[in-house]
């Protein structure tokens, strides 16, 4: 099963916008709508949400 996941923020909060008619997806989260969005399973998702906090940690280490 492939998860949708907002290439801005990560959130798999995402949707296709107005049903799909328009091909693009919404992301609930921060609101952005475009026909680029990122599909992975689970252990892809769990990578990318590993390397998000390990970005968080390198800039307030700086
Ligand atoms: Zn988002």
Known sequence: MRILV???CKSTNVE???GG???KYHCKK???VGSLILEMDEGE????IEAEKL???DAKNL
Do not use: H, N, Q
């Open 6 to 8: 907002c290439p801005v």
């Open 16 to 18: 296709m916008d107005a």
């Open 21 to 23: 008619y328009t091909g």
């Open 30 to 32: 921060c609101g952005y």
């Open 45 to 48: 998702l769990r990578e990318i």
């Open 55 to 57: 970005k968080d940690k």
